[in-house]
């Protein structure tokens, strides 16, 4: 009787937690695992790059789930504004996958930067990557980006 009671109780959550999700997030895209992936990996390799430096906190790690758990509400909320402009006009979804491949890319620059604290070499293609992401060439006019081979 009592194992029935769990395993309907665990029916029931898991329904409605896939109601909710499919609701906030449109369902599984590969966009949307790949943002899973980077904050999961940036979170472990953050937590790994503290622990070398001897700066490992838990106050610090805690806060860093709070901002992981931010990115899935941002995401979820360009959905929402993705579906009002569906159902307002003719244009297709795009602000949810923007927004999805903006913090696919931040997530990235923060492992490689992870990478970095850990003594890791980076390959050069990648580390340019990071340079041109982070905005290093702003100084720089774009002329002198062609010199350098950076479009």
């Known amino acids: 009787m009592m194992v029935d009671m769990i395993i309907n109780m665990a029916k029931t959550t898991t ?28 979170y472990i390799t953050g937590i790994a790059a503290s622990a070398y430096e001897g700066k490992l906190s838990s106050r610090v790690g805690f806060w860093g789930i709070g901002k992981k758990v931010f990115i899935f509400a941002m995401v979820a909320t360009a959905h929402v504004i993705d579906l009002l402009l569906i159902d307002a006009t003719d244009i297709d979804a795009f602000v949810m996958t923007a927004t999805i491949y903006f913090y696919i890319v931040n997530e990235l620059v923060s492992i490689l930067e992870n990478a970095g604290r850990l003594s890791l070499p980076i390959p050069s293609p990648i ?13 720089y006019d774009d002329d002198q980006l062609k010199e350098k081979n950076i479009d």
């Open 127 to 139: 580390r340019k990557a990071i340079n041109i992401f982070q905005g290093r060439f702003k100084d």
């Open 15 to 42: 329904a409605v937690a896939s109601v909710v999700f499919a609701f906030l997030y449109g369902g599984w895209t590969v966009s949307l695992i790949a943002l899973v992936v980077f904050v999961v990996l940036d």
